[in-house]
Structures are given as C-alpha cells and as structure tokens.
C-alpha cells in the first residue's frame, strides 16, 4: 500500500471524475428510459459511487472516514437530482398526451344531423318579435319570487282560496318559485311611473303531477299595459293581432267571461280554429268546436294598481297570460307537454329546418 495521503488524493480525483461523467449524462437525458439508465449507473447497486464506497473497505480510517462521506452526500445528490427530474418529465409527457388529446376531441367532433333551436325557444322568440312589433317592451322577472309579488301584490291574500291554484314550490317562508309570470306586473308597477306596455317571458312551476297537457315546471308570456283611457276594445285588438301574426291568416277573437283575483272583469280567450275554422267535425286542433281556448286575460283589478301606488281613477289598464308551451303545441301540433323536456333527438330533428 503507498502512502495514504497519495491515496487519498487519488480518489479524490475518482469522486471529481464520477461527478464529471455524471454531468456528462445528464446532457445526453432524452426521456425516463436514460434516466433509470443513469440511476443504476452511478447509485444502483453496481454503479459507479456505490463501486468506489466498496474500493474503501481495505483503507486506512481516517480516509474512510473523509471519501465516505464525499460519496454518501455525492449519492444523495445525484439520488435528489435525479428525482426531481423525473417529476419533470413526468408532468411533460402527461401535458403533451393531454394536448394531444384535447386537440383529438375537437377535431373529431362531427354531428349526424343538422342542430336545431329548441321548439321554446322558437315560440318564444317568435314571440316577442310580434310584441315588439306591437310597440311591446320585453322585460325579466325572477323565477325565484317573494311571496307578495306572487300573491299579495295581485289581489290574492293568504287566506284567498284562488292560492291552491296557483300553489308551488316553497323555498323558505315568503319565498316560492313563481306560479306564473304575473308577479312581473308588480314589479313594474311599484318601480316606475306608467304608461306602461310590456311582455315578460319566463319559466313558471307549479305542483302539478307530468301528464300529456301538464308539467311542475313550464314557460308562460305576461302582457300589459297601462295608460289612459285604455279599455277592453284595445286588450282585444292585440290578441287579435297577436292570433293572426302567430297563427296565420286573420283570425277571429272571442272572449268567454271567466275570474281571476287580479282582473275585473276576466276573460278566457278562444282564438277560431287556424286549420278548419271551425269546418272539420274531425279536427285534431279544436276537436270539431271551431275555437281554441288560449289564455286568460282581463281589465286589471282597481286594486293591484293601487296596491302599487298608482291611481285606478287616472289609470286604467288591461293584461293577459299565457302557457308558451300550449301555444308551441298548437302551432306545432305537439300532443304530449313531455316531449319538451326529453331531449329525444327524434323530436328536436324535426326542428332543424
Ligand atoms: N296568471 C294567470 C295564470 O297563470 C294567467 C293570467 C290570466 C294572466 C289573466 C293575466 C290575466 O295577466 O289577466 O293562470
């Protein structure tokens, strides 16, 4: 054996020389495979520091001692170094796959038939284009209502037996999804000054069981205005104009006395028949009667005007309401409510042209 110190210094230089062909590795890493490769050439079991650790076992102590502890931090800095650059590479190869597929999705994607707007939201903006073209302004109301605007606000008290018909889902005391869209005219009335001449479109609910003419949840359209001097002549005049525009052809209107808290006096509106005119026993549409019920209308009652502050004496003013869906499936001649909500691509194609 020479003399330690030489040794020492030999090895030493074999420490500098393991960490130079480490960095020399390091340049050629391409993936996880040359990783792996280079771990078990410089830590694995036969690699480069653990052979130089078993070259010391015949030493001298204190060099023992000294290189033993050079290649145990060398080993723990490769072993560090090593690590974190497969976290590296681990997160680009799964960026790209991630990438790649991303791109694939979008590519890929080729519908089998032409999309089509949702027959609701044909009718309903069918809809407020005849409004609007009547001078109408489209205004939104919340689905989720306070009791008063619901009720109250419309001439119907807590203890009014008309509150079952309209009854609905509860969210905390005062608080309901609306029943219909006529709370709208209470919000309007109580923050603005009239005239006012409005249409509001929107989702209702109600507890109702799914059948083919009934659903918990379903879309009607408000209208109304208040002016002077308005009567009943004039609410007349634009069903008629709103029949004939959204039916076709001139149609007649006819007016059957009937009740609502809100309105007095109150009407159901028949619109004649726009495919038989009343000349078909056997018509699906109105079923031989010539007429079609289509909404409830009415002179509105002295006191939601003054419920909202506004005076019955100087203003009078009439409203109507009515399900979007029946009118959808009148026109469309649609006979289950239920088809609406299913997304039954059957269906919806027919609309696409
Ligand atoms: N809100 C009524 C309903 O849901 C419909 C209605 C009837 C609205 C008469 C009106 C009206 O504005 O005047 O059954």
């Known amino acids: 054996m020479g003399d330690p110190k030489d040794l020492r210094d030999q090895l030493m230089e074999k420490v500098n020389e393991v960490k130079e062909h480490f960095k020399e590795a390091l340049a050629e890493l391409k993936n996880l495979e040359d990783l792996k490769r280079i771990r078990a050439r410089f830590i694995g079991p036969k690699g ?4 130089l650790m078993k070259s010391l076992k015949t030493l001298p102590k204190e060099i023992v001692r000294e290189l033993g502890r050079s290649l145990n931090q060398l080993k723990e800095e490769i072993s560090k170094h090593l690590s974190e650059l497969e976290k590296k590479l681990g997160e680009e190869i799964l960026r790209k796959r991630l990438l790649e597929e991303r791109k694939d999705l979008s590519v890929r994607y080729k519908p089998t038939y032409t999309p089509s707007i949702h027959p609701l939201t044909r009718i309903m903006r069918e ?3 005849v409004f609007m073209g009547l001078g109408f302004e489209v205004v939104e109301g919340p689905e989720l209502e306070e009791e008063y605007y619901n009720f109250d606000g419309l001439n119907i008290p807590s203890d009014h037996p008309a509150r079952d018909m309209w009854d609905s889902f509860w969210v905390r005391p005062g608080y309901l999804l609306r029943s219909h869209t006529s709370p709208v005219q209470v ?3 109580t923050t603005r000054k009239p005239p006012f001449k409005v249409v509001s479109l929107g989702k209702c609910y109600r507890r109702d069981d799914l059948d083919p003419t009934h659903s918990f949840q379903f879309h009607q359209i408000e209208g109304f205005i208040v002016d002077k001097g ?5 609410l007349k005049g634009v069903l008629m104009e709103f029949a004939s525009r959204v039916f076709g ?6 007016l059957i006395p009937s009740y609502f808290p809100f309105t007095e006096p109150s009407a159901e509106v028949a619109i004649d028949c726009f495919r038989c005119g009343g000349k078909d026993p056997h018509c699906p549409i109105c079923k031989g009667e010539g007429w079609i019920e289509v909404l409830g209308a009415g002179m509105i009652h002295p006191n939601v005007l003054s419920n909202a502050g506004i005076s019955p004496q100087e203003w009078t003013g009439f409203a109507f309401g009515m399900g979007i869906e029946r009118i959808a499936m009148l026109k469309y001649q649609i006979d289950d409510i239920r088809l609406f909500y299913e997304n039954r691509l059957d269906f919806l194609k027919q609309f696409s042209a």
């Open 48 to 51: 480069e520091v653990s052979e």
């Open 127 to 129: 809809l407020k284009e």
């Open 187 to 189: 919000r309007v009335m």
């Open 249 to 254: 052809g001139k149609r007649k209107v006819k």
């Open 230 to 234: 308005i009567t009943f002549a004039h």
